[in-house]
Protein backbone atom coordinates (compact mmCIF):
# COMPACT_ATOMS: atom_id res chain seq x y z
CA UNK A 1 0.00 0.00 0.00
CA UNK A 2 0.96 3.81 -0.69
CA UNK A 3 2.15 5.53 2.28
CA UNK A 4 -0.26 8.18 3.92
CA UNK A 5 -0.16 11.59 2.93
CA UNK A 6 -2.00 14.94 3.34
CA UNK A 7 -4.50 15.68 0.01
CA UNK A 8 -3.42 18.69 -2.03
CA UNK A 9 -5.33 21.31 -1.29
CA UNK A 10 -7.20 22.10 -4.01
CA UNK A 11 -8.12 18.04 -4.42
CA UNK A 12 -9.35 18.32 -0.90
CA UNK A 13 -11.91 21.63 -2.16
CA UNK A 14 -12.89 19.86 -5.48
CA UNK A 15 -13.58 16.56 -3.14
CA UNK A 16 -15.65 18.94 -0.98
CA UNK A 17 -17.37 20.73 -3.73
CA UNK A 18 -19.51 16.91 -4.30
CA UNK A 19 -21.62 17.88 -1.03
CA UNK A 20 -22.24 21.65 -2.24
CA UNK A 21 -22.30 21.68 -6.14
CA UNK A 22 -24.33 19.10 -7.55
CA UNK A 23 -24.75 20.97 -10.77
CA UNK A 24 -25.17 24.47 -12.18
CA UNK A 25 -28.55 25.56 -10.54
CA UNK A 26 -26.25 24.42 -7.09
CA UNK A 27 -24.15 27.79 -8.11
CA UNK A 28 -27.10 29.27 -8.29
CA UNK A 29 -28.51 28.76 -5.05
CA UNK A 30 -25.15 29.91 -2.94
CA UNK A 31 -24.71 33.04 -4.85
CA UNK A 32 -27.65 34.34 -5.00
CA UNK A 33 -28.20 33.37 -0.91
CA UNK A 34 -24.71 35.21 -0.65
CA UNK A 35 -26.03 38.39 -2.21
CA UNK A 36 -29.37 38.09 -0.20
CA UNK A 37 -26.90 38.05 2.98
CA UNK A 38 -24.95 40.70 1.63
CA UNK A 39 -28.09 43.33 1.94
CA UNK A 40 -28.58 43.35 -2.09
CA UNK A 41 -32.31 44.85 -3.38
CA UNK A 42 -31.00 43.64 -6.94
CA UNK A 43 -29.72 40.48 -8.14
CA UNK A 44 -29.11 39.62 -11.98
CA UNK A 45 -28.61 36.20 -13.30
CA UNK A 46 -26.82 35.34 -16.43
CA UNK A 47 -26.80 31.80 -17.76
CA UNK A 48 -25.50 30.34 -21.36
CA UNK A 49 -25.98 26.69 -22.22
CA UNK A 50 -27.97 26.34 -19.00
CA UNK A 51 -25.22 27.25 -16.68
CA UNK A 52 -22.81 24.69 -18.22
CA UNK A 53 -20.96 27.06 -20.04
CA UNK A 54 -21.46 30.43 -18.24
CA UNK A 55 -23.28 31.73 -15.02
CA UNK A 56 -22.63 35.39 -13.81
CA UNK A 57 -24.72 36.83 -10.47
CA UNK A 58 -24.47 40.69 -9.95
CA UNK A 59 -25.74 41.66 -6.80
CA UNK A 60 -26.24 45.88 -5.33
CA UNK A 61 -25.06 44.07 -1.56
CA UNK A 62 -22.54 45.16 0.59
CA UNK A 63 -19.00 43.90 -1.48
CA UNK A 64 -16.33 42.60 0.03
CA UNK A 65 -13.04 44.35 0.53
CA UNK A 66 -10.51 43.97 -1.71
CA UNK A 67 -8.12 42.46 1.20
CA UNK A 68 -10.79 39.97 1.70
CA UNK A 69 -10.98 39.00 -1.57
CA UNK A 70 -8.65 35.52 -1.48
CA UNK A 71 -9.70 34.40 1.88
CA UNK A 72 -13.42 34.22 0.24
CA UNK A 73 -11.99 31.45 -1.79
CA UNK A 74 -10.89 29.59 1.15
CA UNK A 75 -12.87 27.22 3.21
CA UNK A 76 -14.21 27.71 5.60
CA UNK A 77 -13.48 31.38 5.98
CA UNK A 78 -16.67 33.36 6.64
CA UNK A 79 -18.71 36.55 8.03
CA UNK A 80 -21.31 35.03 9.31
CA UNK A 81 -20.19 33.44 12.32
CA UNK A 82 -17.59 34.00 15.34
CA UNK A 83 -17.48 31.30 17.21
CA UNK A 84 -19.39 27.31 17.88
CA UNK A 85 -22.09 29.62 20.11
CA UNK A 86 -23.51 31.40 16.85
CA UNK A 87 -24.71 27.96 15.78
CA UNK A 88 -27.11 27.70 17.58
CA UNK A 89 -29.24 30.75 16.44
CA UNK A 90 -28.11 30.99 12.56
CA UNK A 91 -29.98 33.81 10.82
CA UNK A 92 -28.51 34.13 7.84
CA UNK A 93 -28.81 31.72 4.65
CA UNK A 94 -24.75 30.86 4.22
CA UNK A 95 -22.76 30.40 7.27
CA UNK A 96 -20.41 27.50 6.49
CA UNK A 97 -17.53 29.37 4.48
CA UNK A 98 -17.68 26.11 1.77
CA UNK A 99 -19.96 27.72 -1.01
CA UNK A 100 -16.86 30.08 -2.67
CA UNK A 101 -14.14 27.69 -2.26
CA UNK A 102 -16.20 24.95 -3.79
CA UNK A 103 -17.57 26.54 -6.78
CA UNK A 104 -14.39 27.76 -7.82
CA UNK A 105 -12.00 24.60 -7.45
CA UNK A 106 -14.38 23.00 -9.95
CA UNK A 107 -14.96 26.36 -12.13
CA UNK A 108 -13.27 29.29 -13.59
CA UNK A 109 -14.29 31.93 -11.67
CA UNK A 110 -13.99 35.36 -11.41
CA UNK A 111 -14.78 37.69 -8.79
CA UNK A 112 -15.09 41.80 -9.07
CA UNK A 113 -16.59 43.22 -5.54
CA UNK A 114 -16.77 47.44 -4.58
CA UNK A 115 -18.10 47.75 -1.17
CA UNK A 116 -20.24 50.84 -0.48
CA UNK A 117 -18.43 54.09 -0.15
CA UNK A 118 -15.12 52.54 -1.45
CA UNK A 119 -13.38 54.55 -4.58
CA UNK A 120 -13.24 51.69 -6.84
CA UNK A 121 -13.27 48.09 -6.39
CA UNK A 122 -11.18 44.82 -7.01
CA UNK A 123 -11.03 41.89 -8.59
CA UNK A 124 -10.04 38.69 -8.48
CA UNK A 125 -9.69 35.57 -10.19
CA UNK A 126 -9.41 31.64 -9.62
CA UNK A 127 -9.16 28.86 -12.06
CA UNK A 128 -9.99 24.88 -10.86
CA UNK A 129 -8.79 26.34 -6.99
CA UNK A 130 -5.46 27.87 -8.41
CA UNK A 131 -6.06 31.50 -6.73
CA UNK A 132 -4.42 34.10 -8.91
CA UNK A 133 -4.37 38.04 -7.60
CA UNK A 134 -6.03 40.98 -6.38
CA UNK A 135 -6.01 44.06 -8.73
CA UNK A 136 -7.60 46.97 -9.20
CA UNK A 137 -10.66 47.56 -10.38
CA UNK A 138 -13.70 49.74 -11.81
CA UNK A 139 -16.86 48.33 -10.57
CA UNK A 140 -20.32 49.06 -9.47
CA UNK A 141 -21.42 48.93 -5.43
CA UNK A 142 -21.47 45.31 -4.72
CA UNK A 143 -20.69 42.18 -6.41
CA UNK A 144 -19.83 40.07 -9.84
CA UNK A 145 -19.34 36.49 -9.71
CA UNK A 146 -18.65 35.03 -13.34
CA UNK A 147 -18.41 31.33 -13.28
CA UNK A 148 -16.91 29.32 -16.31
CA UNK A 149 -16.62 26.30 -17.72
CA UNK A 150 -18.28 24.05 -14.89
CA UNK A 151 -16.98 20.99 -14.33
CA UNK A 152 -14.72 21.49 -17.07
CA UNK A 153 -11.38 19.84 -15.47
CA UNK A 154 -13.77 16.98 -13.73
CA UNK A 155 -15.00 14.72 -17.03
CA UNK A 156 -16.44 12.28 -14.19
CA UNK A 157 -19.04 15.13 -12.87
CA UNK A 158 -19.78 16.88 -16.13
CA UNK A 159 -20.90 13.36 -18.06
CA UNK A 160 -23.92 13.53 -15.05
CA UNK A 161 -24.97 16.57 -15.70
CA UNK A 162 -28.36 16.83 -18.01
CA UNK A 163 -29.31 19.13 -21.14
CA UNK A 164 -28.65 22.70 -21.26
CA UNK A 165 -32.39 23.32 -21.66
CA UNK A 166 -32.71 20.87 -18.17
CA UNK A 167 -29.85 22.30 -16.14
CA UNK A 168 -31.52 25.98 -16.72
CA UNK A 169 -34.94 24.89 -15.67
CA UNK A 170 -33.04 24.05 -12.41
CA UNK A 171 -31.25 27.11 -12.47
CA UNK A 172 -34.59 29.38 -13.18
CA UNK A 173 -36.47 27.20 -10.34
CA UNK A 174 -33.91 28.13 -7.54
CA UNK A 175 -33.86 31.92 -8.46
CA UNK A 176 -37.78 31.68 -8.54
CA UNK A 177 -37.82 30.15 -5.09
CA UNK A 178 -36.08 32.77 -3.45
CA UNK A 179 -37.62 35.55 -5.51
CA UNK A 180 -41.41 34.35 -4.36
CA UNK A 181 -39.99 34.72 -0.16
CA UNK A 182 -37.64 37.72 -0.29
CA UNK A 183 -39.44 40.77 -0.82
CA UNK A 184 -38.72 43.75 -1.39
CA UNK A 185 -35.64 42.16 -3.74
CA UNK A 186 -35.83 42.01 -7.54
CA UNK A 187 -34.57 39.45 -9.29
CA UNK A 188 -34.17 39.15 -13.10
CA UNK A 189 -32.81 35.90 -15.11
CA UNK A 190 -31.31 35.88 -18.79
CA UNK A 191 -30.93 32.95 -20.33
CA UNK A 192 -28.67 32.69 -23.91
CA UNK A 193 -29.40 36.70 -24.33
CA UNK A 194 -33.11 36.55 -23.31
CA UNK A 195 -35.10 37.78 -20.48
CA UNK A 196 -37.07 35.04 -18.86
CA UNK A 197 -38.12 36.02 -15.36
CA UNK A 198 -38.23 39.32 -13.86
CA UNK A 199 -39.92 40.66 -10.56
CA UNK A 200 -39.19 44.19 -9.02
CA UNK A 201 -38.18 45.06 -5.40
CA UNK A 202 -41.38 46.78 -4.92
CA UNK A 203 -43.82 43.69 -6.18
CA UNK A 204 -46.21 41.99 -3.51
CA UNK A 205 -46.02 38.49 -2.78
CA UNK A 206 -49.49 38.37 -5.25
CA UNK A 207 -47.12 39.31 -8.18
CA UNK A 208 -44.71 37.05 -7.14
CA UNK A 209 -47.20 33.80 -7.04
CA UNK A 210 -48.11 35.24 -10.49
CA UNK A 211 -44.51 35.41 -11.64
CA UNK A 212 -43.51 31.95 -10.65
CA UNK A 213 -46.90 30.20 -10.92
CA UNK A 214 -49.00 32.07 -13.48
CA UNK A 215 -51.62 35.77 -13.95
CA UNK A 216 -54.33 32.80 -13.76
CA UNK A 217 -53.70 30.57 -10.59
CA UNK A 218 -52.33 33.33 -8.42
CA UNK A 219 -55.73 35.17 -9.06
CA UNK A 220 -57.51 32.14 -7.24
CA UNK A 221 -55.01 31.89 -4.58
CA UNK A 222 -56.24 31.78 -0.89
CA UNK A 223 -53.88 33.93 1.84
CA UNK A 224 -53.71 32.60 5.11
CA UNK A 225 -51.98 34.14 8.19
CA UNK A 226 -50.95 33.35 11.65
CA UNK A 227 -48.98 36.45 13.36
CA UNK A 228 -46.91 34.54 16.15
CA UNK A 229 -43.47 35.49 16.98
CA UNK A 230 -42.84 31.82 17.95
CA UNK A 231 -44.51 30.43 14.99
CA UNK A 232 -46.04 32.93 12.65
CA UNK A 233 -47.21 31.11 9.10
CA UNK A 234 -47.95 32.92 6.50
CA UNK A 235 -48.97 31.07 3.24
CA UNK A 236 -50.80 31.08 -0.42
CA UNK A 237 -52.92 28.38 -1.59
CA UNK A 238 -54.00 27.60 -4.80
CA UNK A 239 -57.81 26.65 -5.87
CA UNK A 240 -58.30 22.50 -6.11
CA UNK A 241 -58.12 22.52 -9.45
CA UNK A 242 -54.43 23.67 -9.93
CA UNK A 243 -53.13 20.48 -7.43
CA UNK A 244 -50.62 17.82 -8.58
CA UNK A 245 -49.52 14.36 -7.84
CA UNK A 246 -45.80 15.73 -7.54
CA UNK A 247 -44.99 18.36 -5.24
CA UNK A 248 -42.84 20.71 -7.67
CA UNK A 249 -45.42 23.46 -6.96
CA UNK A 250 -45.32 23.24 -2.90
CA UNK A 251 -43.23 26.04 -1.86
CA UNK A 252 -41.72 25.42 1.85
CA UNK A 253 -39.81 28.36 3.29
CA UNK A 254 -37.87 28.98 6.41
CA UNK A 255 -36.76 32.32 7.85
CA UNK A 256 -36.04 33.16 3.98
CA UNK A 257 -34.83 29.79 3.31
CA UNK A 258 -36.43 27.01 0.92
CA UNK A 259 -36.52 23.70 2.00
CA UNK A 260 -37.64 20.29 1.46
CA UNK A 261 -38.99 18.36 4.62
CA UNK A 262 -40.88 15.00 4.09
CA UNK A 263 -42.47 15.79 7.66
CA UNK A 264 -43.83 19.42 6.70
CA UNK A 265 -44.95 17.80 3.42
CA UNK A 266 -47.15 15.57 5.29
CA UNK A 267 -48.48 18.56 7.12
CA UNK A 268 -49.45 19.96 4.24
CA UNK A 269 -51.09 17.10 2.87
CA UNK A 270 -52.96 16.27 6.42
CA UNK A 271 -54.13 20.23 6.35
CA UNK A 272 -55.40 20.19 2.89
CA UNK A 273 -56.66 16.69 2.77
CA UNK A 274 -60.50 18.12 2.69
CA UNK A 275 -59.71 20.57 -0.01
CA UNK A 276 -57.57 18.88 -2.20
CA UNK A 277 -58.00 15.63 -4.25
CA UNK A 278 -56.64 12.33 -2.38
CA UNK A 279 -53.15 11.93 -3.30
CA UNK A 280 -52.76 15.36 -4.92
CA UNK A 281 -50.17 18.01 -3.51
CA UNK A 282 -51.71 21.97 -3.18
CA UNK A 283 -49.77 24.67 -5.14
CA UNK A 284 -48.46 26.40 -2.27
CA UNK A 285 -46.39 29.08 -1.16
CA UNK A 286 -45.37 28.68 2.73
CA UNK A 287 -43.59 30.63 5.03
CA UNK A 288 -42.70 29.70 8.64
CA UNK A 289 -41.23 32.14 10.84
CA UNK A 290 -39.80 30.51 13.68
CA UNK A 291 -36.47 32.38 16.32
CA UNK A 292 -33.26 30.80 15.02
CA UNK A 293 -33.00 29.52 18.38
CA UNK A 294 -35.60 27.29 18.19
CA UNK A 295 -34.25 25.42 14.74
CA UNK A 296 -31.23 23.84 13.94
CA UNK A 297 -30.25 23.96 10.22
CA UNK A 298 -27.19 22.91 10.35
CA UNK A 299 -28.27 19.38 9.11
CA UNK A 300 -27.02 18.99 5.10
CA UNK A 301 -24.65 20.30 2.98
CA UNK A 302 -27.29 21.95 1.06
CA UNK A 303 -28.90 23.45 3.97
CA UNK A 304 -32.41 22.20 2.91
CA UNK A 305 -33.03 20.32 5.81
CA UNK A 306 -33.88 21.31 9.44
CA UNK A 307 -34.65 20.23 12.93
CA UNK A 308 -37.14 21.95 14.96
CA UNK A 309 -36.90 22.08 18.97
CA UNK A 310 -40.81 21.11 19.26
CA UNK A 311 -41.64 19.28 15.39
CA UNK A 312 -45.18 18.24 16.85
CA UNK A 313 -45.96 22.18 17.04
CA UNK A 314 -45.09 23.34 13.97
CA UNK A 315 -46.59 20.13 12.45
CA UNK A 316 -50.13 20.98 14.47
CA UNK A 317 -49.89 24.68 14.14
CA UNK A 318 -49.44 24.27 10.07
CA UNK A 319 -52.62 21.68 10.11
CA UNK A 320 -54.91 24.25 12.30
CA UNK A 321 -53.77 27.39 9.90
CA UNK A 322 -54.26 25.59 6.80
CA UNK A 323 -57.41 24.11 7.70
CA UNK A 324 -59.05 27.25 9.23
CA UNK A 325 -57.98 29.38 6.19
CA UNK A 326 -59.18 26.87 3.50
CA UNK A 327 -62.94 26.60 5.56
CA UNK A 328 -63.33 30.25 4.22
CA UNK A 329 -62.40 30.14 0.53
CA UNK A 330 -64.00 31.71 -2.24
CA UNK A 331 -63.93 28.46 -4.42
CA UNK A 332 -64.79 26.29 -1.45
CA UNK A 333 -68.13 25.48 -3.79
CA UNK A 334 -68.53 24.90 -7.22
CA UNK A 335 -69.48 27.94 -9.60
CA UNK A 336 -72.57 25.27 -11.49
CA UNK A 337 -74.82 25.94 -8.34
CA UNK A 338 -75.52 24.41 -4.81
CA UNK A 339 -76.06 20.65 -4.67
CA UNK A 340 -79.42 19.86 -5.97
CA UNK A 341 -80.25 23.39 -7.12
CA UNK A 342 -81.46 24.73 -10.32
CA UNK A 343 -79.39 24.70 -13.31
CA UNK A 344 -78.34 27.91 -14.20
CA UNK A 345 -79.13 29.29 -17.61
CA UNK A 346 -77.22 31.71 -19.35
CA UNK A 347 -79.22 35.03 -21.31
CA UNK A 348 -82.61 33.07 -21.03
CA UNK A 349 -81.59 30.30 -22.94
CA UNK A 350 -81.99 25.95 -21.82
CA UNK A 351 -80.10 24.43 -24.07
CA UNK A 352 -80.93 20.64 -25.18
CA UNK A 353 -79.33 18.87 -22.35
CA UNK A 354 -81.06 20.95 -19.72
CA UNK A 355 -84.31 20.83 -21.06
CA UNK A 356 -86.78 18.24 -19.45
CA UNK A 357 -86.10 14.77 -20.71
CA UNK A 358 -88.75 12.59 -22.13
CA UNK A 359 -89.63 9.14 -20.64
CA UNK A 360 -88.25 6.61 -23.23
CA UNK A 361 -89.89 3.12 -21.92
CA UNK A 362 -89.47 4.05 -18.22
CA UNK A 363 -85.54 4.24 -18.73
CA UNK A 364 -85.48 7.11 -15.79
CA UNK A 365 -88.25 5.41 -13.89
CA UNK A 366 -88.08 4.83 -9.74
CA UNK A 367 -88.75 0.84 -8.79
CA UNK A 368 -91.64 0.13 -6.83
CA UNK A 369 -89.87 0.40 -3.61
CA UNK A 370 -89.03 3.93 -4.83
CA UNK A 371 -85.17 3.52 -6.01
CA UNK A 372 -84.32 4.49 -8.81
CA UNK A 373 -83.63 4.11 -11.83
CA UNK A 374 -84.93 0.45 -12.79
CA UNK A 375 -84.95 0.06 -16.50
CA UNK A 376 -88.23 -0.88 -17.88
CA UNK A 377 -90.40 -0.09 -15.00
CA UNK A 378 -93.79 2.55 -15.94
CA UNK A 379 -95.63 2.08 -12.71
CA UNK A 380 -94.19 5.19 -11.25
CA UNK A 381 -93.38 9.05 -12.77
CA UNK A 382 -90.25 9.22 -14.80
CA UNK A 383 -87.78 11.62 -13.55
CA UNK A 384 -86.82 14.38 -15.67
CA UNK A 385 -84.15 16.85 -15.70
CA UNK A 386 -86.55 19.62 -14.29
CA UNK A 387 -88.44 17.59 -12.62
CA UNK A 388 -90.11 20.09 -9.30
CA UNK A 389 -89.87 18.31 -5.65
CA UNK A 390 -92.78 19.76 -2.87
CA UNK A 391 -89.89 21.47 -1.34
CA UNK A 392 -89.42 24.07 -4.92
CA UNK A 393 -86.22 22.09 -5.24
CA UNK A 394 -85.32 20.57 -8.65
CA UNK A 395 -84.57 16.77 -8.76
CA UNK A 396 -83.07 16.79 -12.29
CA UNK A 397 -80.32 14.08 -11.41
CA UNK A 398 -79.91 10.48 -13.06
CA UNK A 399 -78.46 7.65 -10.81
CA UNK A 400 -75.95 5.30 -12.01
CA UNK A 401 -75.09 2.36 -9.93
CA UNK A 402 -76.59 3.31 -6.80
CA UNK A 403 -73.78 5.10 -6.61
CA UNK A 404 -73.08 8.29 -9.15
CA UNK A 405 -75.71 11.15 -9.79
CA UNK A 406 -75.71 12.34 -13.37
CA UNK A 407 -77.09 16.11 -14.09
CA UNK A 408 -76.89 18.69 -16.89
CA UNK A 409 -75.66 21.85 -16.17
CA UNK A 410 -74.88 24.61 -17.77
CA UNK A 411 -71.28 23.96 -19.94
CA UNK A 412 -71.62 20.29 -19.55
CA UNK A 413 -72.49 17.75 -17.26
CA UNK A 414 -72.00 17.49 -12.85
CA UNK A 415 -71.40 14.12 -11.49
CA UNK A 416 -71.96 13.30 -7.36
CA UNK A 417 -70.44 10.78 -5.44
CA UNK A 418 -73.44 9.93 -3.34
CA UNK A 419 -71.25 8.76 -0.63
CA UNK A 420 -69.13 11.80 -0.88
CA UNK A 421 -71.83 14.19 -1.02
CA UNK A 422 -73.27 12.69 2.59
CA UNK A 423 -69.88 12.24 4.29
CA UNK A 424 -69.18 16.25 3.74
CA UNK A 425 -72.88 16.54 4.78
CA UNK A 426 -72.52 14.62 7.90
CA UNK A 427 -69.38 16.48 8.41
CA UNK A 428 -70.16 20.15 8.03
CA UNK A 429 -73.43 19.36 10.47
CA UNK A 430 -71.48 17.62 12.91
CA UNK A 431 -69.10 20.64 13.50
CA UNK A 432 -71.94 23.21 13.21
CA UNK A 433 -73.39 20.92 16.64
CA UNK A 434 -70.03 20.63 18.12
CA UNK A 435 -68.91 24.26 17.97
CA UNK A 436 -72.91 25.51 19.21
CA UNK A 437 -72.01 22.94 22.67
CA UNK A 438 -74.87 20.60 21.54
CA UNK A 439 -74.24 17.42 19.66
CA UNK A 440 -77.95 15.33 19.52
CA UNK A 441 -77.11 12.08 20.67
CA UNK A 442 -79.17 8.98 20.02
CA UNK A 443 -79.26 6.84 23.75
CA UNK A 444 -79.22 3.17 22.35
CA UNK A 445 -82.49 1.10 23.48
CA UNK A 446 -79.48 -1.80 24.10
CA UNK A 447 -76.33 -0.53 25.08
CA UNK A 448 -73.75 -1.97 22.25
CA UNK A 449 -71.47 -4.51 24.01
CA UNK A 450 -67.23 -4.53 22.44
CA UNK A 451 -64.82 -6.77 23.56
CA UNK A 452 -61.81 -5.01 24.38
CA UNK A 453 -58.17 -5.39 26.42
CA UNK A 454 -57.64 -3.87 29.94
CA UNK A 455 -54.93 -1.51 27.77
CA UNK A 456 -57.54 -0.37 25.31
CA UNK A 457 -60.32 -0.04 27.56
CA UNK A 458 -57.97 2.51 29.76
CA UNK A 459 -57.20 4.45 26.24
CA UNK A 460 -60.69 4.94 25.17
CA UNK A 461 -61.97 6.13 28.92
CA UNK A 462 -58.43 8.18 28.63
CA UNK A 463 -60.42 10.08 25.71
CA UNK A 464 -64.17 9.64 27.25
CA UNK A 465 -64.77 13.26 27.41
CA UNK A 466 -63.53 14.05 23.90
CA UNK A 467 -66.35 11.48 23.22
CA UNK A 468 -69.23 12.79 24.61
CA UNK A 469 -68.34 16.14 23.13
CA UNK A 470 -69.21 14.08 19.45
CA UNK A 471 -72.32 12.28 21.10
CA UNK A 472 -70.79 9.06 21.91
CA UNK A 473 -71.22 7.97 25.17
CA UNK A 474 -69.08 5.17 26.21
CA UNK A 475 -68.90 3.52 29.81
CA UNK A 476 -66.63 0.65 30.93
CA UNK A 477 -68.78 -2.94 31.42
CA UNK A 478 -66.16 -4.69 33.11
CA UNK A 479 -62.32 -5.06 32.88
CA UNK A 480 -62.40 -6.32 28.92
CA UNK A 481 -65.93 -4.66 27.89
CA UNK A 482 -66.81 -1.34 27.01
CA UNK A 483 -70.73 -0.15 26.69
CA UNK A 484 -71.75 2.22 24.21
CA UNK A 485 -75.08 3.62 25.37
CA UNK A 486 -75.50 6.57 22.85
CA UNK A 487 -74.32 7.72 19.44
CA UNK A 488 -74.67 11.25 17.46
CA UNK A 489 -78.74 11.10 16.39
CA UNK A 490 -78.37 12.06 12.96
CA UNK A 491 -76.00 9.47 12.17
CA UNK A 492 -78.19 6.72 11.54
CA UNK A 493 -76.17 4.35 9.22
CA UNK A 494 -73.75 4.60 12.12
CA UNK A 495 -72.45 1.28 13.35
CA UNK A 496 -71.63 1.37 17.22
CA UNK A 497 -68.61 -1.65 17.19
CA UNK A 498 -66.90 -0.19 13.65
CA UNK A 499 -67.17 2.95 14.80
CA UNK A 500 -65.49 2.10 18.31
CA UNK A 501 -62.57 0.49 16.76
CA UNK A 502 -62.02 4.16 14.18
CA UNK A 503 -62.34 5.38 17.93
CA UNK A 504 -59.70 3.34 19.43
CA UNK A 505 -57.28 3.94 16.18
CA UNK A 506 -57.25 7.44 15.46
CA UNK A 507 -56.37 7.89 19.48
CA UNK A 508 -53.54 5.80 18.99
CA UNK A 509 -52.49 7.06 15.99
CA UNK A 510 -52.47 10.63 17.81
CA UNK A 511 -51.29 10.64 20.89
CA UNK A 512 -49.74 14.05 20.88
CA UNK A 513 -52.61 15.44 19.31
CA UNK A 514 -54.28 18.33 21.02
CA UNK A 515 -58.00 17.98 22.10
CA UNK A 516 -59.20 19.65 19.47
CA UNK A 517 -57.22 18.17 16.78
CA UNK A 518 -58.39 14.96 18.27
CA UNK A 519 -62.00 15.67 17.86
CA UNK A 520 -61.36 16.82 14.62
CA UNK A 521 -60.24 13.49 13.19
CA UNK A 522 -62.27 11.75 14.87
CA UNK A 523 -65.27 14.11 13.12
CA UNK A 524 -63.64 12.57 9.87
CA UNK A 525 -64.22 9.05 10.71
CA UNK A 526 -67.89 9.37 12.81
CA UNK A 527 -69.30 11.45 8.68
CA UNK A 528 -67.54 8.67 6.97
CA UNK A 529 -68.60 5.39 8.81
CA UNK A 530 -72.32 7.50 8.89
CA UNK A 531 -72.90 7.63 5.60
CA UNK A 532 -75.02 6.25 2.87
CA UNK A 533 -71.94 3.90 1.10
CA UNK A 534 -71.69 3.31 -2.87
CA UNK A 535 -74.10 1.23 -3.99
CA UNK A 536 -76.78 1.50 -1.21
CA UNK A 537 -80.40 2.25 -3.22
CA UNK A 538 -81.47 6.03 -1.80
CA UNK A 539 -85.26 6.16 -2.73
CA UNK A 540 -86.93 9.69 -3.67
CA UNK A 541 -87.49 11.05 -0.24
CA UNK A 542 -83.90 10.32 1.09
CA UNK A 543 -82.37 11.52 -1.94
CA UNK A 544 -84.23 15.17 -1.84
CA UNK A 545 -83.13 14.99 2.13
CA UNK A 546 -79.61 14.67 0.97
CA UNK A 547 -80.06 17.27 -1.89
CA UNK A 548 -81.48 19.49 0.49
CA UNK A 549 -79.18 18.82 2.99
CA UNK A 550 -75.77 19.38 0.50
CA UNK A 551 -77.33 22.69 -1.03
CA UNK A 552 -75.85 24.67 1.32
CA UNK A 553 -72.40 23.84 2.10
CA UNK A 554 -69.25 26.17 3.05
CA UNK A 555 -67.28 23.34 0.84
CA UNK A 556 -68.84 21.00 -1.25
CA UNK A 557 -65.76 19.90 -3.73
CA UNK A 558 -64.73 17.33 -1.94
CA UNK A 559 -65.34 14.66 1.21
CA UNK A 560 -63.47 14.57 4.35
CA UNK A 561 -60.89 12.42 3.01
CA UNK A 562 -60.11 14.53 -0.11
CA UNK A 563 -61.94 12.31 -2.77
CA UNK A 564 -63.97 14.67 -4.82
CA UNK A 565 -68.09 15.03 -3.85
CA UNK A 566 -68.74 16.45 -7.63
CA UNK A 567 -66.84 16.21 -10.85
CA UNK A 568 -67.57 18.68 -13.73
CA UNK A 569 -67.49 17.57 -17.42
CA UNK A 570 -67.70 20.34 -20.04
CA UNK A 571 -69.29 19.98 -22.93
CA UNK A 572 -65.22 19.94 -24.98
CA UNK A 573 -64.30 17.33 -22.65
CA UNK A 574 -67.56 15.31 -23.60
CA UNK A 575 -66.62 16.28 -27.35
CA UNK A 576 -63.10 14.74 -26.98
CA UNK A 577 -64.31 11.61 -25.89
CA UNK A 578 -66.44 10.55 -28.40
CA UNK A 579 -63.69 12.07 -30.66
CA UNK A 580 -65.72 15.05 -31.93
CA UNK A 581 -62.45 17.53 -31.37
Known sequence: MNRIHALDRIVVDQ???????ERPSSVVKELVENALDAGATHIQLRMEDGGIRLLEVRDNGSGIEAEDLPLALTSHATSKLRDAADLDAIASLGFRGEALASIASVSRMSIMSRPHGAKHGASLECAFGRVGQVHDAAADYGTRIVIENLFAELPARRKFLKTAATEGAHCLA???????????????????????????????????????????IAADMVEVAREDPQLGVKARIGAPETARRDARRVHLFLNGRWIRDARLLRAVREGVKEFVPIGHYPTLFLHLQIPPERIDINVHPQKTEVRFRDERAVFAVIVTTLRKGLASAPWATRAVGPVGGQVQERSGFA????????????????????????????DQLPLTANEVTP??????????????????VTGGVEIIDQHALHERVNLEELRKEVRAGAVMQQALLMPALVEVSAEELAELLEHRETFLTLGVDLEAFGDTTIAIRGVPARLTRL????????????ARQNRAATPDQLQEEMLFSMACRGAVMAGDRLDRPALEALLRRGADLPQDRTCAHGRPVRVFLSQEDLERAFYRR
Do not use: K, M
Open 15 to 21: IAAGEVV
Open 174 to 216: WLQRLALVHLGVGFEVSQDGRTTFQVHADDDLEARCAAVFGER
Open 351 to 378: PSWARPLQDTAGANSFDSSGGFPVPGSN
Open 391 to 408: EGEYLNFLSVANTFLFRP
Open 495 to 506: VPESLLRDLLEI
